[in-house]
């Protein structure tokens, strides 16, 4: 007997299964509430996934986002590893957590560096990381690169007069500190607000680039729910590139929505400070890379925290990877379902078409997401290209700070004795010329260490208020009487441009380097122009342009590079537009070179604005000098004894008597037992008190007595005790016998 299936009844069952399926979809189509856990209270810091939030990309990716702020104590890893928080935001520190057992997998890397430095308080006689030792230090738990740094610069830890971290910046101004582990983009607002000179030390200085502030999750998130993982970190980077973009605009949204514990203006600061740690115009945020990790996981090897040859390929995420798993999990569903559907209705015949269908679009979307692969790794090959080119230029930047204190004093003995022994030899005679010729490669050595100076320099040594007009005028009184008839020289300058907080005399020097090129580019003569203007972001741009030889696309590719050059041999070094890269990048900047063949080169300099220009100071009067002074009794304490004995023989030869001493407290027994010294020359960084421990007890001693601070890196703490002690001068290293002469002169006549 023929099996009979009425029709109405396929008709009902058809339906029922057509309104399960749309009741599946309501259900689907609820958002999923996860949780992301902080490191820490609400601010800018995490100003990306606020920016998700309230743009609607977390609710476009069908999510629903609880954004938990944390307090100090709290364990984001264990937060997340227990469930309680399905993502997390953590530290490089997470490596270790997974070598450790919690199965944590890291995401994305927001900060492509670190923020975590030293921060030391000003005028405490502290010049390097070294200087720390026997001082009282704040270094917090897990602060792993700090200490990864230390010992990277031969320094233990038991060197260190260790403290309770108190996480409260007062306790360095105070003085109960000398040093605190903080972050670059959070402690520093307050000195600032205070007027508080300090130095930062960044484990980059010795080579230790971790990433900061990781998007993680745990494996069991992502074996349960890989969608729900792509989902939530698409949606962060989206956010995170809206708030780099919008910075105003997510910092009202802060204050609006999360109630930070601090204001506006706070904000604003860690905004300016991220840029160049995050590096929006450089790298996607979130990029990384296994060798990035592999330098992470080779610090924590020579630190004994892990094993040799650690295998962490199941810690770093794989977006291609877990889109492939997802596929073929929707794939293994909708395969099941359409087997139910066929059986429920008894056409195999239309399972089987279904499939077809479903697998040649699923053939179609593999080849498409391959060369959308293909696409992506060139894209980040080019990435980590401009990555490492960066990193190189910062590596040759602490190089060179490190270097340029021991050059200057060597420097200083060879300009010093020359200098000396000139004055010995008559007009004319071959040793005279000898000499001559020694005086002027030393002061060529100097003009040369000061410029790796401003290379090495990661902020602006001498922070201020200031107009780039007044910058760009400058400069052109000083090419009016340089460069000729040659070049023809434009100022389009913007009346009402907005000031800067920043380093005037870098500046000058990066314009100038600059201008210099432009004019070397132009040897048939052409125009020069500099530019200002207010852009409608919020920032300022200055523009070197010139109408010279320009540069082709090869040339264009490696301007930055150090010590790349296509002048002739002795013409230049290849530093220049190196050192003018560092210097506008420590001022939270941005450079963009714009240049082809015979249409000349465009630079443009863009800078975070603060307000209205300033009113330009009215130029100091000429000086004449006055007839030399009288015969000098001089004490001089530096720990080089180079530099003490060529300084002696200079102050001798001038007529004048001079005891030096390796010490400043050597100097001040001195000083105590003599009443008649006139002068003290002081080196500002020696080992014991140093030049600032030294000065307020030679004040003590004798309150007018005046002093020559010397230096060969002029920077906010040399100034600060100049300002804050009268009759203190600062003298820059290195410095010839007739300079040492016109500043007595000024100082005594």
């Given at each position: ?20 399926c ?7 189509a609820?958002?999923?509430?996860v949780?992301l856990?902080?490191k ?6 995490f100003?990306?996934?606020?920016a ?25 890893t264990?937060?997340?590893t ?19 057992g919690?199965?944590v ?7 492509q ?13 502290i010049?390097?990381v ?10 917090e ?5 700090l ?10 830890e ?11 910046p ?32 960044s ?8 990433y900061?502030d ?19 970190r698409?949606?962060?980077l989206?956010?995170?590139k809206y708030?780099?973009?919008h ?13 930070p514990?601090r ?33 992470v996981?080779?610090v ?7 094993p040799d040859?650690?295998?962490?390929s199941?810690?770093?995420?794989d977006?291609?990877?877990a ?10 569903l909708g ?7 066929g ?19 699923e ?8 060369e ?12 980590q ?16 700070g ?14 010093g ?7 010995q ?6 040793a ?9 490669a ?13 290379f090495?320099?990661?902020?602006p ?12 005028r ?10 000729l ?5 434009d ?10 907080r920043?380093d ?15 004019v070397?580019?132009?040897?048939e ?8 203007r ?6 300022v ?26 002048k ?7 530093l ?12 939270q ?6 240049s082809?063949?015979?249409?000349g ?13 300033p009113?330009r ?6 000086w004449t000098?006055p ?5 000098l ?15 002696q023989?200079?102050?001798e ?10 010490t400043?407290?050597e ?10 010294v ?5 080196d ?6 140093g030049?600032?421990?030294?000065l307020?007890r030679l004040?003590a ?8 601070l ?17 009759g203190?001068?600062?003298l ?9 002469d016109d ?7």
């Amino acid at each position: 007997m023929p099996l009979r299936f009425p029709l109405s009844r396929l008709l009902r069952l058809v339906g029922l299964l057509a309104m399960a399926c749309l009741a599946l979809g309501a259900v689907q189509a609820e958002p999923e509430q996860v949780t992301l856990q902080l490191k820490w209270h609400h601010q800018f810091q995490f100003a990306g996934y606020y920016a998700a939030e309230d743009q609607g990309y977390y609710k476009e990716a069908g999510l629903q986002v609880n954004i938990r702020e944390a307090e100090p104590g709290l364990d984001v890893t264990q937060e997340v590893t227990s469930g309680r928080a399905q993502y997390g935001v953590g530290t490089s520190a997470l490596l270790l957590a997974r070598y450790h057992g919690a199965p944590v997998v890291v995401l994305a890397a927001i900060f492509q560096h670190s923020p975590a430095v030293f921060l030391a308080k000003g005028g405490m006689g502290i010049a390097t990381v070294h200087d720390l030792a026997g001082r009282r230090v704040m270094l917090e738990d897990g602060a792993d690169e700090l200490r990864a740094y230390l010992r990277k610069e031969g320094m233990s830890e038991r060197s260190l007069v260790l403290v309770k971290h108190t996480f409260d910046p007062a306790d360095l101004l105070k003085g109960q500190v000398a040093c605190m582990s903080a972050y670059d983009t959070d402690e520093p607002y307050f000195l600032d607000q205070a007027g508080q000179d300090y130095l930062t030390f960044s484990p980059r200085m010795g080579g230790i680039d971790f990433y900061g502030d990781n998007l993680f999750t745990s494996e069991a998130e992502l074996k349960a729910h890989p969608a729900r993982v792509k989902a939530f970190r698409e949606a962060s980077l989206r956010g995170w590139k809206y708030a780099m973009a919008h910075p105003e605009e997510v910092a009202d949204l802060i204050i609006r929505r999360y109630g930070p514990r601090r204001g506006k203006d706070y904000i604003r600061f860690e905004a300016r400070r991220m840029v160049p740690l995050i590096q929006p115009n450089l790298v996607d945020i979130g990029y990384m890379y296994e060798g990035r990790w592999q330098h992470v996981a080779d610090v924590y090897e020579d630190l004994g925290l892990l094993p040799d040859g650690y295998d962490f390929s199941a810690f770093v995420y794989d977006p291609e990877a877990a889109a492939s798993r997802a596929r073929q999990k929707r794939f293994i569903l909708g395969f099941g379902a359409m087997a139910a559907l066929g059986l429920a209705l008894g056409g195999l015949a239309l399972v089987f078409y279904r499939l077809n269908v479903r697998l040649r679009l699923e053939i179609a979307s593999r080849l498409r997401a391959e060369e959308d692969m293909r696409q992506e790794h060139a894209k980040q090959r080019e990435l980590q290209d401009q990555l490492q080119q960066s990193q190189k230029m910062q590596s040759l930047g602490s190089l060179a700070g490190g270097v340029a204190h021991d050059m200057n004093n060597v420097l200083g003995a060879i300009l010093g004795m020359a200098s000396s022994q000139l004055e010995q030899h008559p007009e004319g005679s071959p040793a005279r010329r000898a000499f001559t010729t020694i005086i002027k490669a030393a002061e060529r050595g100097g003009g040369m260490v000061r410029g790796l100076l401003d290379f090495a320099r990661k902020s602006p040594a001498q922070a201020r208020d200031f107009s780039l007009n007044v910058v760009m005028r400058e400069e052109v009184l000083l090419l009016e009487r340089t460069t000729l008839a040659r070049v023809r020289l434009d100022l389009d300058l913007d009346p009402d441009l907005r000031t800067l907080r920043g380093d005037p005399g870098a500046l000058s020097h990066a314009i100038m380097n600059l201008c210099v090129n432009a004019v070397d580019a132009m040897p048939e003569g052409g125009v020069l122009t500099l530019r200002t203007r207010n852009l409608e972001d919020g920032r300022v741009e200055a523009q070197v342009e010139d109408t010279g030889t320009g540069m082709p696309p090869e040339v264009l590719a490696r301007a930055l590079d150090p010590f790349f050059t296509t002048k002739a041999e002795g013409r230049g070094t290849g530093l220049g537009l190196s050192m003018v890269y560092s210097t506008v990048t420590a001022h939270q900047g941005e450079l963009h070179l714009d240049s082809a063949p015979g249409r000349g080169t465009r630079v443009s300099l863009r800078f975070p604005a603060l307000g209205t220009a300033p009113r330009r100071e009215a130029g100091a009067e000429p000086w004449t000098a006055p007839p030399p002074v009288r015969p000098l009794r001089v004490l001089v304490a530096d720990d080089d004894p180079l530099v003490r004995e060529s300084i002696q023989s200079v102050l001798e030869v001038l007529g004048h008597r001079a005891e030096a001493f390796p010490t400043g407290e050597e100097l001040l027994d001195r000083l105590a037992d003599l009443p008649d010294v006139d002068l003290v020359i002081l080196d500002l960084n020696m080992p014991g008190l140093g030049g600032p421990g030294t000065l307020p007890r030679l004040r003590a001693l004798r309150p007018d007595l005046p002093v020559f601070l010397v230096t060969g890196r002029a920077d906010g703490e040399a100034q600060a005790l100049v300002d804050g002690y009268p009759g203190v001068i600062l003298l820059g290293k290195p410095f010839s016998l007739k300079e040492l002469d016109d500043r007595l002169i000024r100082t005594f006549a």
